[in-house]
Each structure stands twice: as C-alpha cells, then as structure tokens.
C-alpha cells in the first residue's frame, strides 16, 4: 500500500491530524462522462451510448439549497464532475488526511433503470466495474473498490460478481437501494456469489430512495428520510432469512446513519419474540445477526456531542459496528478531523476511523511499524 | 371522573399496583358489526351498509403467528369483536390497572377507504364519531374520544371537527397513517379546524402502513417497520412548516415507538443546518418543535433495561414526551405494571404513565387528594 506523507497532514478544515490513521468507507469516484464506458461495452450496448439512444441516470429533485450536490472545491479545473479527477482526490482527501485505504462506492447504480431492458443494465454494470478497475484501482494501491451489479436480474449480476470479484481490490458487492427489499429471496443468487467469492455485501440509497411515505415534498425532508430505506433493508435481510441463509456472508450500509441502531435492534428483537412462528428460518435474535454480521458508516454524522457519541455507542453495545466515511466529494462531506465529537476515547477513536475497517474488510495493518505489520491471528487478508 | 377501586388494583399479570395512577393514551374500541353505524348514516349511505354494498375494511395479511391479531382473553363471550364490550374492557383495563383516563383510538379508519368516493368516507367518519360518543364515551367518564375523520376530503374533515370538536370529553383529531404524508398543505384545513377546536392532532398507523420498501413480506416484517411511517410523519409535518403555521396545535404520535426519537431529532437537525434555505417557512430546530409540541406514546415498547430507558430519556432530552399506551386489547398489550423497566425513579415513573398525558390533554388530576384537584397555573382543563 502507498504511504501517506509522514509527516502529519492538514485536511482542508486546517486542523492538525491527531495521528490517527483513517479508512475512508465511501468515496464517490465519478466518470467524466458516459462516453468513459463506450470501450468496456460490446455491441448492442455501445451504440446506446455512443448514439445517444441512452443519456445516463438524473435524479428526480435538484441540489438548489447547496448549489449542487457536491462540494464546491471538488470541481476539476478540467470541467469534470466532482469525484471524476483522481489528482484532486488524492490532494483533497486521500493525502489531506491519513487516509490509509479508501473504498469506492461509484454514483452509477444499474438498479435505477428498473425492470426493463434488464441485459443493458447488467451490460452497464459489467462496464462500470472493468472501467473502475482500469482506471481507479490501478490509480493508488489505498483504493479498493466493489462489484456494481444490476440486482434486477439476480443471475447476471452473480455472473458478474465471478467475473470481477477475484480482482485483490474488490471488497464488496454494492446493491443500490431504490424501493427494492434485498431480503427477497429472488436475490439469494447475488448473496451466494458474494459468498463464495468472499465479498462483502454493501448497500448505498441511490436517488431514487423513499421513505415510508414516498421522498418527501423537498430534498431537504428527502434527506431526513434516507435511512428508513437502509433500516427497511436490514429488516428485510433479517427477516428473510439472508443473515441464517449465508452464514459467511458481512453486510455494511452505507450512508443511512448509525444512531437509530439501537431502536432497530430492540424493536426487531421484541416483535421477534412475539412473532417468530412466522419466519422459522431465522435462529437467532435480530439483535445477535446485526452485532456479529452488520457494519454501519457514520455518514453523515449528525451533530452528537460526547455524551451522546458514548451513549449511543453504549446502547448499540459493540464499538465495532461503527466506521468512519466522508462521503467525498458530496457537500456533505465529514471531515475524519471534525466528524466525530472531541475527545473520544483512543481506542474508540481508532476503531471508527480505521480498525473497524481495516478488520472488516481484512486489510493489513498499515498504521504499526513494519516489524508488526502481520496480521493478528484470524484475520484474513486480501 | 369515576375513580377506580381505592384499593390497589390487581392486573392480569398478578402483579401489584405500585399506587401510580394511568392514563391510558392507546385503547381501541370496537363495534360489534358494522351495522352499529347504521343508525347515525343518512342515505344514500345508510343503504350500502344495510343491503350489504359495503362490507367494511379488512387487512392484506393475516394474523396467524398470534392466532389473531388481539388477546385470547379479550374476546368477549357475547361473540362480538375484542374491545366491542365496555363491561369486559371496564374489568381489564380501566378496573384492573389504577386507569384515570383512558383515550379512546378506534380501529375504523375512513382514510383506509383511499380517494374513491370520499363523501362516502366522510359520512363514515361521522357515523363513527356519533357512535363513538353515544355508546362509549357515555358509558364511562374516564374515556376521552378521538374525532376520526376521513382526511381524503379535508374541508368535510374540518367540518366533522367542527361538529364533535366541542364535546367535552373530545381531545383529538385521529389521522390514520396509510402512504399519505399529512404534512401536505392539501391537509392544512384539518389542524386549522383541530387548532380553533383546541384539540390536538394525533396519529396512528392503519393496516396499510408501509416502510420505505413497502409493507415487507411477513406480518413480523411488517411490525418492525411500523416505526417509519410515525418518522416519516414527523419529518413531513415539520418540513412542510405545520409546526410554525399552527402555533398553538400539539401532536401526538401513537402506536410507533419512542426510542428512535433521539435519532430522527439529530437526522432532522443536522439536514435543517445544511438545507434549510429550501424550507425557509420553518423557523425553529426540528428537535425544538418536536420537544415542545410533540408527544409519543410507548406503545410497543421496546425490551429496555433500566439503563437502556434513562439512556433514552436522557437523549431525548426531556421527561415529558413518551407517554404511557396499553394498545388493549391488541395482542402486543402492555401492562402498566410490567411495561417500563422496574426501579425507574418515582417521578419519572409518574410523569410516563400519568402525568405527561394528563398535562398534554389538559385533563384535572385526579390522583391527589380533593383540596388539591385544582389545576396548576396555565394548565388548561377540558
């Protein structure tokens, strides 16, 4: 792996890092355009784009309340879009903090062209993840990155994930959470792949997430909604039976917050207990699948004080569930200096912000002197 | 107000009254059939019940992993539906508990008819509120009404409110939550009629509440995600400014939880901080409109320790929002006795299963002696 600079860096917020290394769990890297996937698809497909018989995903609101979704010094000099300039993320965000691994989570979600022409978003996906692998995770060895899959045709997307999934970068399949409940078993195929090719299973809202009463009348209340789609997940994936079905599988949600943990866990465990007759191929509490089996990042970190950071904590029970995130380059980014509330335990501190991953996604201990860069007994590498 | 037995009540989960009086904010009567209506329906309305155009409501999933969804011991032996019979309701709840007042919710919620034929919903709505007030709230000074109303149609809505609104033992509007978001302007009429009525606005999910992937494919699935469609509420009653536009009108959500509430409060700050120029009508933090003007019932409440609950009240920062809820006579019942933690402090225990709601719905306190029945100062009394 590629070593920050020694010498302690200066994020963009001009606070002095604590020392503490960081991964990095979500980052947005952005093609410069569509035209980028033309050399990775085959015909039919290609002529799609280079025709302009397809123009790429929009969202259905605008970013007006923030000029945009993304921060404003994220913008290439080139004209691109932000996430799209490997250069500026690198000055930005990996060498600006001590950022020891990033992982790649993309913008272009296959699952948002929906049920039809399922072929061309498998194809788009397919596309997606060899431009990534050529041009992003051959760009720094601290990138990682995960299998785009169009989940609407589960076999296509297992598919996929064989063929991309042994790359040593890849960690994790990403499913794109639009109003699809992952849990169904129509999905299983994609859960085995991922098993047996020792991924990771993440989920990331894409714009076409709701809330229980559809995405609001603002993109401000649409915002304030965003987790309920990665809660519904979670129940979905409990309740289904993923968590029993695939005993080897991990799963980390992806910017749907992390303080509604506790009540997740208590009401799922109570209406367990009153009502497991209905789903007898869950064994265990909801409660005991998450801790063991389910990762949060902490994007977008709401504003908790220390009190509130170690309650939380305390209630979710485990300081291991917990992995820091910026959310580069969207304008909500968190900073690893400012996201978490001062003085927080070092343990704690280092865990969130680089152990939990680091461990998570079974990746060498790059923070210790080299003398002590072997792995721990149990964790696997890759 | 009838008061109940002055010796210490026994439950039906043998446990002793530990001398803290109730008030009960969740308890759904029922009627025997639907031909309970048919004396308060004009026609053309009378007809589709009583030549049996109409059939009522019913739910797109069943009940079986409880064998229903109400306690065995509450149906009565007359053969009627749980909660349709005072007499069995008076000897386990309102006599069995020390229970000052009890709230009563119905489970006939018009808004479940949809927007077909929405002058149909409202005469509905109307021949329930007359029933509800001849044959229960007469029969017991401790019961408390909700005026239901068929939101669908919100000018009818707000006359309907006009009509029972006054009744002295009328506290609230009922909104049953379906997908519809009642932050909407289109339903402004119903709080400006609950606000000139100084009732409050509570809500209450139906069998067609869903989370942000739909309903879930298990009536436990289903159970766990109740909670979204109450968050979601919230978050489109304070973004659509309901709070700053009706001063004086105070919510109450029941039936979907608590514990979530530190969460949704941080959610909705930290997104208000950022975006609030697209909502520039609200004026206030969310989680100071929420923490003045809005309630919670704790009905079901979640399997908290003692550590786990002060955790929670200490998050939410006040004692005054979560208020007591039995849901009799569902099957996820809790019992004032057993419901909340053991050795919670006094005044708190108090504050949760009476106190809050007696000063939320403005009702005398019947707990302490007779020279002391007079309301605080600024208390108002209904």
Chains 1, 2 share one sequence.
Not at 36 to 56: C, F, K, N, Q, S
Not at 146 to 163: G, T, Y
């Amino acid at each position: 792996m590629t070593r920050a600079s020694s010498a302690p860096a200066v994020g963009r917020d001009g606070a002095r890092e604590a020392g503490v290394p960081v991964i990095d769990i979500d980052v947005h890297e952005a093609f410069t355009s569509l035209q980028a996937l033309v050399p990775y698809l085959d015909e039919p497909w290609r002529e799609m784009i280079v025709r302009g018989h397809w123009t790429g995903f929009t969202q259905p609101f605008t970013y007006w309340a923030t000029g945009g979704g993304n921060r404003a010094d994220a913008k290439p000099e080139s004209g691109g879009p932000e996430g799209s300039d490997y250069e500026l993320m690198r000055r930005q965000l990996l060498d600006a903090y001590d950022v020891r691994a990033a992982i790649l989570t993309g913008y272009f979600y296959p699952v948002m062209l929906g049920d039809m022409q399922v072929e061309f978003a498998s194809a788009l996906a397919s596309a997606y993840n060899s431009y990534q692998i050529e041009e992003w995770l051959s760009a720094d060895s601290r990138f990682r990155g995960s299998v785009h899959v169009a989940p609407q045709d589960p076999q296509a997307a297992a598919r996929e994930i064989d063929r991309v999934g042994p790359h040593p970068q890849i960690v994790q399949v990403l499913l794109g959470i639009t109003t699809r409940a992952y849990g169904n078993p129509f999905y299983f195929p994609i859960f085995e792949a991922a098993q047996r090719n020792g991924l990771k299973v993440a989920t990331h809202h894409t714009v076409y997430v709701e809330g229980a009463l559809g995405m609001g009348r603002y993109y401000v209340e649409r915002h304030m909604l965003i987790p309920q789609g990665t809660m519904a997940q979670i129940i979905s994936l409990v309740c289904s039976g993923a968590f029993d079905r695939f005993p080897e599988l991990e799963f980390v949600c992806l910017e749907g917050g992390f303080t509604w943990l506790p009540h997740l866990m208590w009401r799922m465990d109570r209406e367990y207990k009153s009502l497991r007759a209905e789903i007898p191929w869950v064994k265990r509490l909801p409660s005991e699948h998450v801790r063991e089996r389910l990762r949060l990042s902490t994007q977008p970190v709401e504003d908790l004080n220390y009190d509130e950071f170690m309650k939380v904590i305390d209630l979710i029970g485990s300081e291991d569930i917990v992995m820091f995130a910026t959310d580069y380059p969207h304008f909500d980014f968190d900073s690893p200096l400012r996201g978490l509330p001062p003085r927080l335990p070092e343990n704690l501190k280092r865990k969130v912000l680089y152990e939990n991953a680091r461990r998570f996604y079974g990746l060498p201990d790059e923070s210790r002197p080299a003398e002590d860069e072997s792995a721990g007994p149990g964790e696997a590498e890759r």
